[in-house]
C-alpha cells in the first residue's frame, strides 16, 4: 500500500506550500515507529495519563434488553478526556515535539478532538490553536470552554456551512501560513497521507485491546465489531486488528440523520460519490458538479461530508459493511444505554449502540459482538434535552 | 488556440484572475474582455468551489457568491465559448481537483482544448497527484501548470523539469490574497528553477500594487493578480468595468516598465 493508498483511495491532495511538511512528517513518523524510546514514552502516556488499557465491559441488562447476542462494551469512554481521540492525540503531540515543533492545531467537531488537542498541548508544554464550526461552538459550548481552561485558543469558522468541514478547510489554510513551527494534530483517519495511515495505527490500540480482552472473557474472537463513522477514526482503530480476521464482522454506522431519503444526512458510504476532497481521494457527499454537499446530523462529530480512505477501501473490497443511523434511532440508544446500564454515551456511539440493538437480535443468543463506546455523553445532555423539548442552561 | 507561451513572448506577461460567475456569467465575459483590452497578456478564468481550502478570505467570498448565483462547469464553459472569437491572449482555468475530477477528466479537457483553454491550475493537486489528469490533458494538448512554493526546497526542480506552460511561483506562505509585504526569498527559487528548465516563471498571491508588480515582473516572466481583482469586482458588482479598466491598465503599464 505504497504511496499512502488504499486500492484507489487516499494519496495527498493537498496545496504544495504543505508537501514538504507532509515528506517531513512521514520521515518522521516512521522513525518513532522503531524508536523504542519514543513507543515506551507513548506507552506510558497512554497507561499512566490516558488511563489505558480501556475496559470491555459486559453489558447484561442491555444483552436482555437486545434479546440476542452477547453485546460487550469496549469503554473507551472512560479515557482521560472522555474519548477516544486522546490516543491518537498524545501519539501525534509526542511525534511533533520530536519534531521539534513548539505548536499544535487542530480541527474539531463536537469538540472532543480539541479537547484532547489542548490536553495533549497542556501536558507537554506546547500552544494549541483549535478550529471550530461556529454552529458547533454554540451546540458544544461545554467544549469550548474545557478547552480554553486548558489553555488553548478557539477560533470559531465563519465560513461555509460552520461545521466540521469547515473547520478542516480553515486549519488546513492556517497550517499553510505557519507550517515550520506547527504540526497539524488531525483528528481522523483522514487527509492526505500519512494522516489516515498514522492515525490509523495510534488508534490501532483499540482493537488490540478487544482481543486480547475478548480471548480473556470469552475465550474466542467477537463476531462483530460495531463502531460509529464521521472520518472514521475509532471505527478504524476497532476494526483494524480484526481485518485479517475473515469471520469478525466490521460494521460501521454512519449518520442518517433525519433519513438517508431526505437532503439531511451525513451518510457518505449509502449516499456519496467517490471524489478528491480535504487531501484525499475517497467518498464524499457531493452534488452532480462535485461541489461538497452541506451534510447534516444531530451529532457535530459525525457531520462530515466524507469519509477516511482505509473505509472507502474496506467497503469497497466487502470486508467491512457500513449501515446509516438516524438521529431518532440514536437518541432512543442514548437513552437506552443510559437507563439499562447508568452509562451516558456519546452521541456519536449511540450510533453504534442503536445498530449493535438491531444486530445483536438478528444474530442469536449464541453469538457476541463489541460495541466501540468512543466517548462519553456529558457534552451532549443539554442538546438531547433540547431534542426531547426541554430547554435546560449549563 | 492561443498557446500560453504567447503570452511570454518578447514581454513580461501580466496575468489577470477573475473568478467566472461572480457576479455573474455575462459580466466575467465582460470582464475578460475588459482585462484584455487594459492589457492583460493571460487571463486565470476561477471556476467556483464550494471548499476553496487555498484562497483568502477574497476569493472565497467570490467563489461563494458565484456559486449562490447558480455558476455550473457547463454554464463556465459556455461563456468562454460566447467570447472565444474575441480572445486574442491565451486563457487557462483554475479550480479545484473536485469539479474536474467528477466532470471526468477527458471529458473536461477535450471541452477546454475546442474552447481554446491552453491551460489549467490545479492548487490541490500537487506534482505527485498529477499522473491522471496529465494523461487526459496532453491528449488534448492541454498544460497542467504547476505551483512552487517557499516550501518546496528540494522538490522544486524536480517539479520545474516536468512543468507544463509555465511555473506558477507562489510567493508567500498562507492562502491567496493582498498583501503588504512579501518576505519569501523569491530570487533564490527562480534561480533554482531557471537551472534546470527555461519554462516561464510567473510570481503570485499577494500582489496588489504596481510597485509589488513592477519588483516581481523583473525577477521572474510575469506576475498573477487575483485578489486584487476580484475585490474591485466585488466592490462593483456589475458595474466594475471601468475600475477594471483602469486597475488593470495601470498594472500593465508598471510591467512594462519594469
Known amino acids: ?394 | 488556440m492561443n498557446s500560453i507561451g504567447e503570452a511570454f513572448q518578447n514581454k513580461k506577461a501580466f496575468i489577470a484572475y477573475l473568478m467566472a460567475g461572480d457576479p455573474s456569467l455575462a459580466a466575467s465575459a465582460e470582464y475578460i474582455l475588459t482585462a484584455q483590452e487594459a492589457g492583460a497578456d493571460l487571463i486565470e478564468i476561477g471556476i467556483p468551489f464550494s471548499d476553496p481550502i487555498a484562497e483568502g478570505e477574497v476569493i472565497q467570498a467570490a467563489s461563494a457568491r458565484a456559486l449562490s448565483a447558480g455558476t455550473k462547469l457547463d454554464g463556465v464553459f459556455d461563456m468562454v465559448a460566447f467570447i472565444q472569437d474575441r480572445m486574442r491572449v491565451p486563457m487557462v482555468f483554475m479550480t479545484y481537483l473536485n469539479p474536474v475530477f467528477v466532470y471526468g477528466y477527458e471529458r473536461f479537457f477535450a471541452r477546454c482544448a475546442a474552447l481554446g483553454v491552453g491551460g489549467v491550475i490545479i492548487p490541490d493537486m500537487p506534482y505527485e497527484e498529477q499522473g491522471e489528469a496529465k494523461e487526459a490533458a496532453g491528449k488534448c494538448g492541454v498544460a497542467v501548470i504547476t505551483l512552487v512554493a517557499p516550501t518546496s526546497e528540494k522538490r522544486v526542480a524536480e517539479i520545474a523539469r516536468h512543468a507544463e506552460g509555465f511555473v506558477y511561483l507562489v510567493s508567500s506562505m498562507g492562502v491567496t490574497g493582498v498583501r503588504g509585504e512579501i518576505t519569501t526569498d523569491v530570487p533564490s527559487i527562480v534561480a533554482e528553477i531557471r537551472r534546470v528548465s527555461d519554462i516561464p516563471i510567473a510570481v503570485g498571491f499577494g500582489i496588489a500594487t504596481p510597485e509589488q508588480a513592477a519588483y516581481y515582473a523583473d525577477l521572474a516572466d510575469g506576475v498573477i493578480v487575483g485578489s486584487a481583482i476580484v475585490r474591485i469586482i466585488g466592490q462593483y458588482g456589475m458595474g466594475a468595468k471601468e475600475a477594471l479598466y483602469a486597475y488593470a491598465k495601470g498594472m500593465k503599464a508598471a510591467i512594462r516598465g519594469g
Open chain 1, 1 to 394: 500500500m505504497g504511496h499512502g493508498r488504499f486500492g484507489e483511495f487516499g494519496g495527498r491532495y493537498i496545496p504544495e506550500t504543505l508537501m514538504s511538511a507532509l515528506y517531513e512528517l512521514e520521515e518522521a513518523y516512521t522513525r518513532c515507529q522503531s524508536d523504542p524510546a519514543f513507543q515506551a514514552e507513548l506507552s506510558g502516556l497512554l497507561k499512566h495519563y490516558a488511563g489505558r488499557p480501556s475496559l470491555l465491559y459486559d453489558a447484561r441488562n442491555l444483552t436482555k434488553e437486545a434479546g440476542g447476542a452477547k453485546i460487550y462494551l469496549k469503554r473507551e469512554d472512560l479515557n482521560h478526556t472522555g474519548s477516544h481521540k486522546i490516543n491518537n492525540v498524545l501519539g501525534q503531540a509526542l511525534l511533533a515535539k520530536r519534531m521539534g515543533k513548539t505548536r499544535i492545531i487542530a480541527e474539531t467537531g463536537a469538540g472532543q478532538h480539541g479537547v484532547a488537542a489542548a490536553t495533549a498541548a497542556a501536558l507537554l508544554g506546547m500552544e494549541c490553536e483549535v478550529f471550530m464550526g461556529k454552529e458547533d461552538t454554540e451546540r458544544q459550548a461545554l467544549n469550548v470552554y474545557r478547552m480554553r481552561l486548558l489553555g488553548t485558543t478557539v477560533h470559531p469558522v465563519t465560513s461555509g456551512t460552520m461545521t466540521l468541514k469547515d473547520a478542516v478547510n480553515e486549519t488546513m489554510r492556517e497550517w499553510t501560513k505557519r507550517v515550520s513551527d506547527t504540526h497539524y494534530v488531525l483528528g481522523s483517519v483522514m487527509g492526505p497521507h500519512p494522516f489516515p495511515m498514522m492515525v490509523r495505527d495510534f488508534q490501532s490500540v483499540i482493537g488490540r485491546e478487544i482481543r486480547s480482552e475478548m480471548l480473556e472473557a470469552e475465550g474466542r474472537l467477537p463476531d462483530a465489531v460495531v463502531a460509529c463513522v464521521g472520518g472514521g477514526s475509532n471505527a478504524m482503530g476497532a476494526f483494524y486488528d480484526f481485518i485479517g480476521d475473515g469471520a469478525v464482522r466490521l460494521v460501521g454506522c454512519e449518520a442518517a440523520g433525519r433519513g438517508i431519503d431526505t437532503e439531511r444526512h451525513a451518510a457518505t458510504i449509502a449516499r456519496g460519490a467517490v471524489g478528491v476532497f480535504h487531501g484525499m481521494k475517497s467518498l464524499f457527499c457531493q452534488d452532480e458538479c462535485g461541489q461538497i454537499a452541506p451534510v447534516y446530523s444531530i451529532s457535530a462529530g459525525l457531520d462530515y461530508p466524507g469519509i477516511g480512505p482505509e473505509h472507502a477501501y474496506l467497503h469497497r473490497i466487502g470486508r467491512a459493511e457500513y449501515v446509516p443511523v438516524t438521529d431518532d434511532e440514536a437518541v432512543e440508544a442514548f437513552e437506552k444505554l443510559a437507563r439499562a446500564e447508568g452509562i451516558i454515551p456519546a452521541i456519536e456511539s449511540a450510533h453504534a449502540v442503536a445498530h449493535a440493538l438491531r444486530l445483536a437480535k438478528e444474530m442469536g443468543e449464541e453469538k457476541c459482538l463489541v460495541v466501540c463506546l468512543s466517548g462519553r455523553g456529558d457534552k451532549d445532555v443539554a442538546a438531547i434535552a433540547r431534542y426531547r423539548g426541554e430547554d435546560i442552561h449549563e
